[in-house]
């Protein structure tokens, strides 16, 4: 009983369940037939041209910082205290010139001791050259064994010998004084100074921060279809929000060009190199740029208004029969409002420029207004 119960219950429910099925199923169908013929029914009014054919000059554009093209630390070669410092923060320098002396007591006192120890060890080997050469004649005349004039030959190698140590004790003496005035390798502008006189420096102790700006530097990634319009030589123009002056713009020459792409985001590097003798513009500033490169004559082109992306594919809607058809592009140079067309569609396609937002495949279309119609413009 139990069994035959369960059974019918079970029929029961299944019935259910596929009547329900059904009734939602149909509830579906008849709302997507009401939908198509809405959108059948509906015309969009849109904005269309055909491709057109020009010459395209690309410009790259970037942002980055423009840096000096040297900068470095400058370090005490000897531990010392800081007994004069000879320049301040802003001063421009040039090669060599000294910028700190640190104390010279001990390090005169040492070079004053390694002097004396070269100048006896000099004449000890003066000494033992006469007293060889006087040992050699007595040697010829048989006054004298030919062992006790070898040993003469060797203190004279010996004393020759201590004269070589002599002097790269000397050396070392006359590098370390040396070393008690620090000066700068290069030309530039203090950007920095670390400390105040009383301070012990120890060895590697940066000192000041140095910097050229005579010539900035800056550093873009150029993408792989542009790099064979960059080429040394070419001309960059900058913009500086943060110059003085309405003039804020600067230009600059392309120095270097990466040999090879990097594999991660398949660009080259360029380098460009800006003239600031006049010490017009300020190392480490941020700078919007462009590059100029080689123009495209005769390319088919779209405004960049007429892609759509779907799937990350870049698409265009087509005018066909009134019909809005979508047709996958390839594209090669974007940039001014306009997109350089390689493949997808031709001249004689009808490119919906504006209105896109409402369409779907296949709906209806009115072109309003035609772009590439003098009448229209």
Same mark, same amino acid.
């Given at each position: 009983?139990?069994?035959?119960?369960?059974?019918?219950?079970?029929?029961? @429910?299944?019935?259910?369940?596929?009547?329900?099925? %059904?009734?939602? *199923?149909?509830?579906?169908?008849?709302?997507?037939?009401?939908?198509?013929?809405?959108?059948?029914?509906?015309?969009?009014?849109?904005?269309?041209?055909?491709?057109?054919?020009?010459? =395209?000059?690309?410009? !790259?554009?970037?942002?980055?910082?423009?840096?000096?093209?040297?900068?470095?630390?400058?370090? *005490?070669?000897?531990? /010392?205290?800081?007994?004069?410092?000879?320049?301040?923060?802003?001063?421009?320098?040039?090669? /060599?010139?000294?910028?700190?002396?640190?104390?010279?007591?001990?390090?005169?006192?040492?070079? +004053?001791?390694?002097?004396?120890?070269?100048?006896?060890?000099?004449?000890?080997?003066?000494?033992?050259?006469?007293?060889?050469?006087?040992?050699?004649?007595?040697?010829?005349?048989?006054? !004298?064994?030919?062992?006790?004039?070898?040993?003469?030959?060797?203190?004279?190698?010996?004393?020759?010998?201590?004269?070589?140590?002599?002097?790269?004790?000397?050396?070392?003496?006359?590098?370390?004084?040396?070393?008690?005035?620090?000066?700068?390798?290069?030309?530039?502008?203090?950007?920095?100074?670390?400390?105040?006189?009383?301070?012990?420096?120890?060895?590697?102790?940066?000192?000041?921060?140095? @910097?050229?700006?005579?010539?900035?530097?800056?550093?873009?990634?150029?993408?792989?279809?542009?790099?064979?319009?960059? @080429?040394?030589?070419?001309?960059?123009? %900058?913009? !500086?929000?943060?110059?003085? /002056?309405?003039?804020?713009?600067?230009?600059?020459?392309?120095?270097?060009?990466?040999?090879?792409?990097?594999?991660?985001?398949?660009?080259?590097?360029?380098?460009?190199?800006?003239?600031?003798?006049?010490?017009?513009?300020?190392?480490?500033?941020?700078?919007?740029?462009?590059?100029?490169?080689?123009?495209?004559?005769?390319?088919?082109?779209?405004?960049?208004?007429? !892609?759509?992306?779907?799937?990350?594919?870049?698409?265009?809607?087509?005018?066909?029969?009134?019909?809005?058809?979508?047709?996958?592009?390839?594209?090669?140079?974007?940039?001014?409002? +306009?997109?350089?067309?390689?493949?997808? =569609?031709?001249?004689?396609?009808?490119?919906?420029?504006?209105?896109?937002?409402?369409?779907?495949?296949?709906?209806?279309?009115?072109?309003?207004?035609?772009?590439?119609?003098?009448?229209?413009?």
């Amino acid at each position: 009983m139990k069994s035959g119960k369960s059974r019918i219950f079970l029929t029961m @429910a299944v019935v259910l369940v596929v009547i329900i099925g %059904f009734r939602v *199923a149909k509830n579906v169908m008849e709302r997507n037939e009401q939908a198509q013929k809405s959108r059948q029914g509906t015309v969009v009014s849109v904005v269309a041209e055909h491709p057109k054919r020009q010459t =395209v000059v690309p410009k !790259i554009r970037f942002s980055g910082t423009l840096s000096p093209i040297w900068q470095a630390d400058v370090a *005490a070669k000897v531990d /010392g205290r800081i007994e004069r410092v000879l320049v301040a923060e802003g001063q421009a320098v040039a090669a /060599g010139q000294d910028l700190v002396v640190l104390e010279q007591q001990d390090m005169s006192a040492a070079y +004053l001791a390694a002097e004396g120890a070269y100048v006896d060890a000099q004449t000890n080997l003066e000494k033992t050259a006469m007293d060889l050469d006087r040992a050699e004649k007595l040697l010829m005349e048989g006054a !004298i064994s030919r062992e006790a004039v070898d040993n003469l030959r060797f203190a004279n190698a010996n004393a020759a010998a201590k004269l070589d140590a002599a002097q790269g004790a000397l050396d070392a003496a006359q590098s370390r004084l040396g070393g008690t005035t620090v000066s700068t390798p290069r030309a530039g502008i203090i950007q920095k100074r670390y400390y105040q006189e009383g301070y012990y420096a120890k060895v590697g102790t940066a000192l000041f921060n140095i @910097a050229d700006i005579s010539t900035l530097l800056a550093k873009i990634d150029v993408p792989e279809g542009y790099v064979a319009s960059v @080429a040394p030589g070419g001309t960059v123009d %900058f913009v !500086i929000p943060s110059m003085a /002056g309405d003039d804020k713009t600067a230009r600059g020459k392309i120095t270097r060009v990466a040999p090879v792409a990097d594999s991660a985001s398949r660009t080259f590097e360029a380098e460009v190199s800006i003239d600031n003798r006049d010490g017009r513009l300020k190392g480490g500033v941020y700078a919007d740029a462009v590059i100029t490169t080689k123009p495209k004559p005769d390319i088919l082109t779209v405004p960049f208004s007429a !892609i759509v992306m779907r799937d990350d594919q870049r698409t265009v809607y087509v005018v066909e029969d009134d019909t809005a058809v979508r047709r996958v592009i390839t594209t090669g140079y974007i940039g001014d409002d +306009l997109v350089e067309i390689l493949g997808g =569609v031709t001249e004689k396609d009808l490119v919906i420029a504006g209105g896109q937002n409402k369409l779907r495949e296949g709906s209806k279309v009115k072109v309003v207004d035609r772009l590439d119609d003098t009448n229209g413009e």
